[in-house]
């Protein structure tokens, strides 16, 4: 059975989530560019989008929850029509979507981030548009009711998903084109395109997206630095690069086939020094720019984790965690009131790689994201600071 929604009320609902999206600054009043989104969310209702039974991720202070459509349908459309992240999959469709304990692998992302990238986007009626990561449809919807949708292209690795998002997409009156394929690859059968709208966490920008893009046109990512990401824009010059500068957080699922392997070390293959520097200054420092700056510098060294661990039933620990994307080298800061004890393992010294690129960050001023790029050409993408050719 599925229960029947008030359409009155998604009005006011629709509404409201208008007003915070407003009053939060991420669709100003005041910007026809942006004002366009607003009314967009009433021609592209998000609960078309969502199924049945998803998990409700709040962005504020309530708890996480299983929302039910005929259980609860208030609860279901409370969720869907506020800043919450709704999860449509857990463990690439192998567990339950309730099931915590399985990592969550496609959703529809919260308003507010959505409307962050929609805004970044920069969309104009005439552009062909090439989004990488369907999930539910929702923004593949937005984007061709705001263009058309024989300009709208949107590729999706897994095959259940990209139906599912078919089917959502016709019940809503709209049919861009869905492709499933690997979003690494693009799609040039439809290019060129103006705009590439990357719904998914990436740590390396394909040089296909950039291939496949107009001189002048824009590329809006996730940019992944571990546990953290910052939404990046890049716009592809004429010589076969592209440019762009980062413009605030952002956190999504990795793409598929750039997730961290899996570690198999223990730290019984490690090696255990001291060291002075404070494992407990880095985290706060990695959100202020460092976490980029050092993607820069090691771009294949991530946190994995910090803060307390508990060993035994009255033993606890202040920990970071690192290790390469490829799992064969790791470390482990233990923080204390004197010394910091370190173990590494693995052919590098990871806690060693980071304190130098740590140091080199606080000698060069400390600069935060709004400081620094990124430049992408076929051999690959490297970081600046404050200026193209300045490279970290």
Known sequence: MTTSIDTGHVTAKIDALGDYLTRVGVLPADEAATRIWRTGLHHVPRHLFVPTRAWAEPMDDRPEHEIDRDRDPAGWLEAIYTNTAIITQ??????????????????????????????????????????????????????????SDDQVVTVEIDSAIAAQAQHNLAAAGFSPTVITADGTLGHPEQGPYDRVHVTCGVREIPYAWVEQTRP????????????????????????????????????????????????TSTTSDGHTTTGRLNPRTIPSDYRRGFGLYLSGCVPDLILTGAGWEQFSDTEWGWL?????????????????????????????????????????????????????????TEAGQLLWLDAPGNYV
């Open 216 to 263: 002048g046109g824009l590329i809006a990512a996730p940019y992944m630095v571990g546990r953290y990401g910052e939404q990046l824009a890049l716009y592809v010059l004429d010589d076969g690069t592209a440019i762009g500068r980062f413009n605030g957080g952002a956190t999504f699922m990795m793409m598929r086939n750039q997730r961290p392997a899996r570690p």
């Open 90 to 147: 857990r463990g690439d469709g192998t567990a339950d979507v309730a099931d915590t304990h399985a990592a969550p692998t496609s959703s529809l992302s919260c308003p507010y981030v959505a409307a962050e990238f929609l805004r970044l986007l920069d969309v104009e009626e005439h552009h062909r548009i090439l989004e990488i990561g369907t999930g539910t449809g929702w923004t593949a919807a937005m984007l061709a009711w705001h263009t």
């Open 320 to 376: 970071l965690r690192l290790r390469t994307l490829d799992a064969t080298s790791w470390a482990i800061a233990a923080a204390s009131a004197g010394d910091a004890e370190i173990t590494q393992g693995g052919p590098r010294h990871l806690w060693d790689e980071l304190q130098t690129a740590y140091m080199d960050w606080i000698r060069r001023g400390r600069p935060g994201p709004d400081r620094l790029g990124m430049t992408v």
